[in-house]
């Protein structure tokens, strides 16, 4: 008899699951420790993660709160929904309650449950955060890719809306709107919210309108489209970007009355996996969307710092021929290498994934390639996260200078000089041609 053949583990595998690879954000940032470990610099523009310390009062509440140990109801802890329907009230001028909120370990999480229990397409302009998609992919559901360009921003526009809604009028679907961007950087105005608002009524469209950043909009300036379509948009928000406690894992969507079955619905898998979220952090959250002078002041020092470090990059990147549009919000931009792609090719580099490995390889910079947004893996974009500073003492600093003034170049060195480092060795690398740099 012939010896039976071992199957290889993978064909067990979900066929929705076989072929992903780990988060590209989580991946990178394991790759830089590791060059790290072997003794080599590293600068880490790849994983965005929040620069800045969860602020004082809330970690006290933290605390406060380390002897609660009960299991919570499933939808979140009733003080905190009430927080954080408040905080939406206050902050977007949009009627929540706190029977409107989900609280989950994470948006990400919630982000996973409302595309598990809602049948529809996903409907994901690019370049986008790399997780949208992959969610889809396991769970089944079909992704529509909405391509964006440079020219207009990488912003989703109401004629591409229209244009893609019109096809098949009505069928169901949800398009996520992330902004101020991961991973551009860029915002939307007023009069393109209205605009998007629009298109998304008239087709009965589910908008999930992802504002983890909108308080980290440099100009505190953040206007939720939820203003101006309340009945069909569900806001993220969580703890990770603006409050810096990204490894608290906590997220909270705000669905509007018109979607309460879906809240409901999320609520019901809920209870089936995560149960509930930690109960220490969601008392502790309760103080942060309670917000208060002292958390106010965190976010404007905040503001002000990645505000002032972007528009230095900014401007720096240009110098170098980069093309990207303005940094608005967050900590992020994406640049297009595009007019540098001659001399790019002239050494082998036809690729994001090529620009990426081979800048981490010649100037220790670390950032990840636009491919991973959801552009075309030959397109020559990137993502730059400008995060690896010590964000203590960049507030501290902030704090130190009046209001009526700018942060300066003295700021900046004392504070960013590795950021400014690393954009540095990059602009020189792409000015000698994509060349290693002594």
Not at 122 to 139: K, N
Not at 270 to 286: G, N, R
Request: net charge neutral; glycine share 8%; charged share 25%.
């Amino acid at each position: 008899m012939g010896r039976r053949q071992k199957k290889s583990p993978e064909v067990h595998l979900n066929l929705n699951v076989r072929g992903l690879t780990e988060s590209a954000t989580l991946a990178i940032n394991e790759r830089c420790a590791a060059l790290r470990a072997e003794g080599k610099e590293v600068f880490r523009l790849g994983l965005g993660q929040s620069p800045f310390p969860v602020p004082p009062g809330v970690v006290e509440a933290l605390r406060a709160n380390a002897h609660q140990k009960d299991y919570l109801p499933v939808r979140g802890l009733p003080q905190l929904r009430d927080a954080v329907a408040e905080y939406h009230r206050r902050r977007d001028g949009v009627d929540f309650t706190g029977e409107d909120i989900l609280v989950g370990p994470g948006s990400k999480e919630l982000m996973f449950l409302l595309q598990l229990v809602y049948y529809g397409d996903l409907v994901i302009p690019t370049p986008s955060w790399v997780s949208y998609a992959p969610q889809a992919t396991i769970i089944g559901r079909q992704i529509r890719w909405v391509p964006t360009s440079l020219e207009n921003g990488w912003r989703l526009t109401p004629e591409m809306l229209e244009r893609l809604c019109r096809e098949d009028p009505t069928r169901p679907r949800v398009v996520i709107l992330n902004y101020p961007s991961n991973p551009t950087g860029a915002t939307y105005t007023r009069e393109e919210l209205k605009g998007l608002a629009r298109v998304a009524r008239e087709y009965r469209v589910v908008l999930l309108s992802d504002e983890i950043y909108g308080e980290i909009h440099h100009q505190g300036r953040h206007v939720s489209v939820s203003r101006y379509y309340p009945e069909g948009t569900i806001v993220s928000s969580g703890l990770s970007k603006w409050c810096g406690a990204g490894g608290w894992r906590l997220g909270t969507f705000a669905f509007p009355r018109d979607l309460r079955w879906l809240l409901d619905a999320m609520a019901v898998a809920a209870s089936e996996t995560f149960t509930a979220t930690s109960a220490p952090i969601q008392h502790a959250a309760v103080r942060a969307f309670e917000g208060g002078l002292r958390i106010e002041k965190y976010l404007t020092h905040s503001r002000r710092v990645l505000g002032t470090l972007g528009r230095a990059i900014a401007r720096r990147m240009r110098q170098a021929g980069l093309e990207f549009p303005d940094p608005k919000g967050g900590f992020y931009l994406f640049p297009s290498f595009e007019p540098h792609r001659e001399r790019l090719l002239a050494r082998g580099i036809d690729s994001s994934v090529a620009l990426c490995r081979t800048l981490l390889d010649e100037t220790g910079v670390a950032i990840l390639p636009g491919v991973e947004f959801g552009r075309p893996a030959e397109e020559l974009t990137a993502r730059i996260a400008y995060v690896d500073f010590d964000g203590a003492h960049a507030l501290a600093f902030s704090d130190s200078v009046p209001a009526s003034s700018e942060l300066d170049r003295a700021f900046l060195e004392t504070c960013c000089a590795s950021v400014l480092r690393a954009t540095d060795r990059l602009c020189e690398w792409v000015e000698s041609g994509g060349a290693a740099s002594s």
